[in-house]
């Protein structure tokens, strides 16, 4: 069989390692997974009783437009049904405007160090994907507007940017969205926005009226803890809602997916616990890395990327082997690792294990 020449060479996402596969492999007995940045909290308790009420449906197939859910949600952004789009998470909605947009030989523009399915969807699509380097761990909007050609057909902004945590304040991307032509369209992901306290920070669903190339992306998969169902969203005008629509697959999401994301959605005061719970995390591994001498990005999200001043791969395999599971592997910065936020016995266990590699490798005394 002969594939598509442009995906021989294509990576494979690798996931964080399950928690399961580290105990067997390295026969630990308890385990902390601080690498996929999912909600150490769970789903809301809601989300959970609205799953187990669906089982009821199970021989059902799903609401292939998600009547209900969409309406639920397009009066909470305060839009209109037919500005939303929902996807198998919102990593769907993203290869949808890759397979809808993208002809061989186009241009997209995105950072260099930043959600990497947005490069795999335009090298699927045989489209030339332009990495534009970060600066202090921030998209280079500047850079980024320089880039632009007549082949330009998407721009991606991750805010906040994963890995790195760091937004691009709402000043600066409204100056950068006036630049961009009208026909080029702006994908603003904002998978992490319900973390984010800084009154800097845009809210993309506001600027929808005013660009109208400009689409906004969110997820369940975080802050509500649905991850397991894979859920998320696309909001963005009706137009291009309907193009990516014809490229959409039926029954994209399950019922227990839209039965789950209903219920939470409802739960805000959930939402708003686990925002609080976040932010005092964030404090106290900032807090841990500044007594131990280490430097970390400014982080918006629900994880902090830091500097270890050791090889981060090594690193890693250390902290694995004490049962915590971080992120590595960022070539920009080889001696990062990313971890998600955890709860606080979570995070003492992190930083412990991470001062007993520091010491053992002889960057802490």
């Not at 999401?253 to 976040?278: F, G, H, M, S």
Request: proline fraction near 5%; charge should be negative; include cysteine.
């Amino acid at each position: 069989m002969n594939p598509k020449p442009n995906i021989v060479n294509l990576p494979v996402y690798k996931p964080g390692k399950p928690i399961d596969e580290v105990k067997k492999e390295l026969g630990l007995s308890e385990v902390i997974k601080l690498a996929s940045n999912e909600n150490p909290y769970g789903a809301s308790p809601s989300a959970k009783e609205a799953i187990l009420a669906e089982l009821e449906n199970l021989y059902l197939y799903p609401d292939g437009s998600a009547v209900e859910l969409t309406a639920a949600l397009a009066n909470r952004l305060g839009v209109n049904s037919d500005n939303i789009i929902f996807g198998c998470g919102s990593d769907e909605i993203i290869a949808l405007i890759a397979r809808a947009f993208f002809l061989p030989g186009d241009e997209t523009i995105m950072a260099d160090q930043t959600f990497s399915v947005y490069k795999s969807n335009a090298d699927i699509e045989g489209a030339v994907s332009i990495e534009v380097p970060l600066v202090n761990g921030t998209h280079d909007l500047d850079g980024m507007l320089a880039r632009i050609t007549d082949r330009t057909k998407v721009i991606w902004i991750c805010n906040p940017n994963n890995p790195t945590g760091t937004i691009v304040p709402e000043e600066a991307l409204v100056s950068f969205l006036d630049a961009v032509p009208s026909n080029v369209m702006v994908v603003l992901d904002e998978a992490y926005c319900e973390y984010v306290t800084d009154l800097s920070y845009s809210n993309g669903i506001q600027l929808l009226n005013r660009y109208t190339n400009l689409v906004v992306l969110r997820t369940f998969s975080k802050i509500y803890g649905l991850a397991a169902l894979r859920i998320g969203y696309g909001v963005a005008s009706p137009e291009i809602i309907s193009l990516i629509n014809k490229v959409r697959e039926p029954f994209n999401t399950t019922r227990l997916a839209q039965a789950a994301a209903l219920a939470a959605l409802n739960d805000q005061e959930y939402v708003e616990e686990c925002r609080r719970l976040n932010s005092a995390g964030i404090v106290q591994l900032q807090g841990e890395f500044k007594r131990l001498g280490l430097e970390s990005f400014p982080a918006h999200g629900n994880f902090i990327m830091v500097d270890v001043r050791k090889p981060a791969t090594e690193v890693f395999d250390a902290l694995m082997r004490k049962g915590i599971i971080v992120r590595a592997g960022h070539q920009v910065y080889p001696t990062y690792i990313r971890v998600t936020v955890g709860s606080a016995e979570q995070n003492t266990a992190f930083i412990t294990a991470l001062e007993q590699t520091l010491i053992e490798s002889g960057v802490r005394a």
